[in-house]
């Protein structure tokens, strides 16, 4: 509800003028405002999912014992006490206050309910792009809910045996964190497919040309030396009001970013090939999952909303919402510094 209530204990003997609602209050069940249940609830009417999904949800919610159960019990009242609710709707008793009913779906806060049947199936929606343990939960966490997500997400990672055979081992070199710019921070990936990776290829194919359309143009622009240092990069980049900055050839850690967007970018690619999806489905995915320690995607970041993708979520939230994860950002690139330079290599200058 939009209202913050605190509540405090007061003994008898100290209320010394008792106001009458304490004395006459009203026994038994009291049916909640119909008025107010239409307000708390308008915002999930339209629920953005295909037809079939939304029947799927609707007929195995209502076959479902457990969630059949929370339905009657939130229609009729909750029982007094856990030991009366049957045993299948007790993982939702200590969120029972925060469950509602919609459009024949059970509804915990903003995050559908999934009845057991469909668990594998929403399971594999939500790992379609193999983006392992941390971001399939922050990307579970936008949308659905049941009891033993976490445990269930954690366990289905670690038996995906492309996520196993594409999993990285190799030391890292100590981090060296670029200044973080107050704009454009959004970690956004794009992939372009190119006919070479020349440097007329990168920039006249429409590649750069084609990001900077949609996106503006930037200040820097940061990468490799092949092909970025090339004449005609630097060229194109005076072009458009750009400076090309590159990393240094002895210390790609230096370049980190854009060598953890390929390596992603690889992994992403090599396993959509290997589970027969296509790679653009999977990249939406991807840009619409939460930064690893952060609660937002590169789409709220870079669009201010997320956007919609095979998984089912609620209308309100799809509603564009500003975000500011400057300081989010700066903290966590201390964090991950300190920890990454603990175990890596030490690459001694001469």
Not at 120 to 141: D, I, M, S
Not at 299 to 306: A, G, H
């Amino acid at each position: 509800m939009k209202y913050q209530m605190k509540v405090e204990y007061l003994p008898g003997k100290y209320m010394h003028l008792a106001d009458l609602l304490s004395r006459n209050f009203q026994k038994g069940h009291v049916d909640d405002d119909p008025e107010m249940t239409h307000v708390v609830h308008e915002v999930t009417r339209s629920i953005p999912m295909s037809p079939d999904t939304k029947k799927d949800l609707e007929v195995e919610t209502a076959g479902d014992v457990g969630l059949a159960a929370v339905t009657q019990y939130y229609k009729k009242g909750w029982p007094q006490d856990r030991h009366q609710v049957i045993m299948e709707t007790r993982p939702y008793w200590q969120i029972r206050h925060d469950i509602f009913l919609e459009d024949k779906l059970v509804i915990f806060n903003d995050r559908i309910i999934v009845p057991v049947s469909l668990r594998p199936k929403v399971l594999n929606k939500l790992h379609a792009a193999h983006l392992g343990a941390e971001k399939t939960k922050a990307r579970a966490r936008q949308a659905v809910y049941w009891p033993g997500l976490t445990s269930d997400i954690e366990n289905m990672v670690k038996a995906c045996r492309i996520c196993e055979r594409n999993r990285p081992a190799n030391p890292e070199d100590p981090l060296q964190p670029h200044e973080i710019p107050m704009h454009r921070y959004e970690k956004w990936l794009e992939l372009k497919k190119l006919s070479s990776n020349s440097s007329a290829a990168v920039t006249a194919a429409a590649a750069l040309r084609q990001v900077f359309s949609t996106h503006g143009v930037p200040r820097i622009i940061f990468g490799d030396n092949n092909p970025l240092n090339s004449f005609e990069c630097r060229e194109f980049a005076a072009s458009i009001g750009s400076i090309i900055q590159t990393s240094s050839p002895e210390f790609p850690s230096s370049n980190g970013l854009a060598e953890k967007g390929v390596h992603i970018s690889k992994q992403l690619l090599t396993k959509s090939e290997e589970s027969g999806t296509h790679y653009l489905d999977d990249l939406r995915e991807y840009n619409n999952t939460p930064l690893s320690g952060m609660t937002v995607s590169p789409s709220q970041i870079l669009m201010s909303r997320i956007c919609r993708t095979g998984a089912p979520i609620l209308s309100k939230n799809l509603v564009p919402k500003i975000v500011d994860v400057h300081k989010d950002l700066k903290r966590l690139q201390q964090s991950y510094k300190a920890k990454h330079d603990k175990s890596s290599r030490v690459i001694n200058s001469l």
